[in-house]
């Protein structure tokens, strides 16, 4: 009996399959000036950005509002139309979660990008850490972690990436990570 209760015991200290894998971090930079336009108008316009190894970038900007996604059909994926309805822009460094047990993998699972938010003053006010998964066909923030308030704000975004990236359901909502004091979460230009 004893033995049965120990494996039992045992089966729930295993890791579940989200968290599974150890995930280890890389940066990019997301320079501007290395981007490629691939649309314009009088508002805005949708730039295509070197990531990791070359990995898409896709940044698209309306109404001092931009959006984010990730990948070779990153247009189509929910991340293009996650922004907020305040004035916004993202910062300048990427990190990238990639599987730690391979050295070579190409294939980010997630990205944790710092986004500016305007208060009602059109100036910055809030700081987000945005954590999206990185999975074809359901590429989607998964948390939003209020950066200013939160303390280690960067290590609580890395194990959500951990534990939910690439098991993510998009039609969810993303975590929110309290005390989130961001005015409401709203489309990116990339929104119909």
């Not at 009996?1 to 894998?21: F, V």
């Not at 295509?48 to 990948?71: F, K, T, W």
């Amino acid at each position: 009996m004893r033995s049965i209760l120990l494996a039992i015991l045992g089966i729930g200290l295993l890791p579940s399959a989200a968290g599974a894998t150890e995930l280890r971090s890389e940066y990019t930079d997301l320079d501007f000036a290395q981007c490629t336009t691939i649309s314009s108008d009088e508002v805005g316009g949708t730039s295509v950005c070197p990531g990791l190894r070359g990995y898409p970038v896709i940044l698209a900007e309306g109404d001092l509002r931009q959006s984010v996604s990730y990948g070779v059909q990153a247009i189509d994926e929910k991340a293009m139309n996650q922004g907020f309805s305040h004035f916004n822009h993202v910062g300048q460094k990427i990190e990238w979660l990639v599987d730690a047990s391979d050295k070579d993998n190409l294939q980010p699972v997630a990205t944790i990008l710092r986004w500016f938010i305007a208060g009602d003053d059109g100036t910055d006010k809030y700081q987000v850490l945005a954590v999206t998964q990185l999975k074809l066909g359901a590429t989607c923030r998964i948390a939003l972690i209020d950066a200013l308030s939160v303390k280690d704000a960067n290590a609580v975004a890395r194990k959500i990436a951990q534990d939910k990236a690439g098991n993510f359901d998009c039609a969810d909502e993303p975590e929110l990570v309290q005390p989130y004091k961001v005015p409401d979460e709203g489309t990116g230009p990339g929104a119909e």
